[in-house]
């Protein structure tokens, strides 16, 4: 019904900057709140930044002044701009959605498979 496509993952220098950005395409009403969240080996996933419908963003505090998330209604798309990265944020960034599908009345969570953000020298 919904699919979510993450890209721009990849190997950065720490300091450097990464753009990711997700496409959600299939059987949409409309998206109520977008996201991102990562999930480094040995740990949970955490929520990293996420933007509601009218635009409002919470981001986790270890990101605040780092990383801004954006989205277009228009296209169903959400980014996040990383920058002055860290070898901490090294993770799977995964994009998630909160999708009104088509016909129905309840919103529902849809997750992309993720894409790799490494940050080492």
Avoid at 17 to 32: E, Y
Avoid at 92 to 108: I, P, T, W
């Amino acid at each position: 019904q919904v699919q979510l496509v993450e890209s721009g993952g990849g190997l950065v220098q720490p300091g450097g900057s990464l753009r990711l950005s997700c496409v959600a395409s299939g059987s949409i009403f409309s998206i109520n709140s977008m996201g991102w969240y990562r999930q480094a080996p040995g740990n949970q996933r955490e929520l990293v930044a996420t933007i509601t419908s009218s635009g409002n963003t919470n981001y986790a505090d270890s990101v605040k002044g780092r990383f801004t998330i954006s989205r277009d209604n228009a296209k169903n798309t959400v980014s996040l701009q990383m920058n002055s990265l860290k070898p901490e944020d090294t993770a799977v960034y995964y994009c998630n959605a909160d999708v009104f599908v088509a016909r129905s009345l309840m919103s529902m969570d849809y997750w992309g498979k993720g894409t790799l953000v490494t940050v080492s020298s």
